[in-house]
């Protein structure tokens, strides 16, 4: 059993059937991607992951407890982060503060981690902020305003807002949307570093191939809502329903 188990989703609206009978298992400490043309049912089925929709059909399981019926919030407490198309991140603030922002203060003057229930005082909670800004790549950039900073370091800042809550499961929805090639270069090898690091899953949609190549380890593809092949990156280049479905000549 994986840390993640889709089992028979299904989930409508109106007259469009998105997904159809979803069956997806992420095994944990693994890098699984999901790909497919648009509107083949990708977005919905993170939607299904992160309480922003509810199947009509079928159950998802995290670490074996349902994510059905759950609030975001409470799924993300459960261990379950998110990484957006456009980083969210809060403007307003430094690097720093957004690193800690996922803490919250408690009237003993001590902080809590969101996902764990971990508590520290001011210092280590610095510490722990400091750390996880130099496993990005961001620790001379921890007094920049935020709003300041390029795309490449603004996604950068949203790991490192996720990786503070030491999630489980981090879900990438597109994490080099809009990125020159370069700073997509970058994402690669951060995620690579990260995945080196920590004790940590990831499932990613992506459009570009040459990202989903370097990190992926299983690829699922689905097509008008349904799974079609789910595979190796190396099987997955040259099957020839993938071919005909979506990828054409991949560019690796």
């Known amino acids: 059993m994986g840390i993640l188990e889709i089992k028979n989703v299904g989930k409508r609206f109106g007259g469009l059937q998105a997904l159809s009978d979803v069956n997806l298992s992420v095994q944990e400490n693994s890098v699984h991607a999901i790909i497919g043309p648009n509107g083949a049912g990708k977005s919905t089925l993170l939607n299904c992951l992160v309480g ?33 198309q456009t980083p969210e991140i809060f403007g307003d603030l430094d690097v720093m503060e957004n690193v800690m922002i996922p803490c919250f203060a408690r009237r003993d003057g001590s902080f809590r981690m969101h996902a764990f229930e971990t508590v520290m005082n001011e210092k280590e909670l610095v ?55 370069a700073d997509t270069n970058n994402t690669i090898d951060l995620l690579k570093e990260i995945k080196e690091k920590r004790d940590i899953t990831m499932a990613i949609i992506e459009h570009d191939m040459h990202v989903v190549f370097s990190l992926a380890e299983r690829i699922t593809v689905l097509a008008q809502g349904t ?13 020839p329903k993938v071919r005909e479905a979506y990828l054409g000549e991949a560019q690796v």
């Open 52 to 84: 922003k929709l509810i199947p009509d059909t079928g159950s998802v399981t995290f670490q074996g407890q349902s994510l059905l019926g759950r609030h975001p919030h409470e799924i993300n407490q459960m261990g379950v982060a998110r990484v957006f």
């Open 227 to 239: 799974p079609l092949v789910e595979e190796t990156p190396e099987n997955i280049k040259g099957h």
């Open 127 to 181: 510490e722990k902020a400091e750390q996880i800004l130099i496993d990005v790549n961001m620790i001379d950039k921890r007094h920049m305003h935020s709003a300041s900073l390029s795309r490449g370091d603004k996604r950068r800042l949203e790991m490192a807002m996720c990786l503070v809550q030491e999630p489980k499961l981090l879900l990438l929805d597109e994490p080099t949307a809009g990125m020159a090639r």
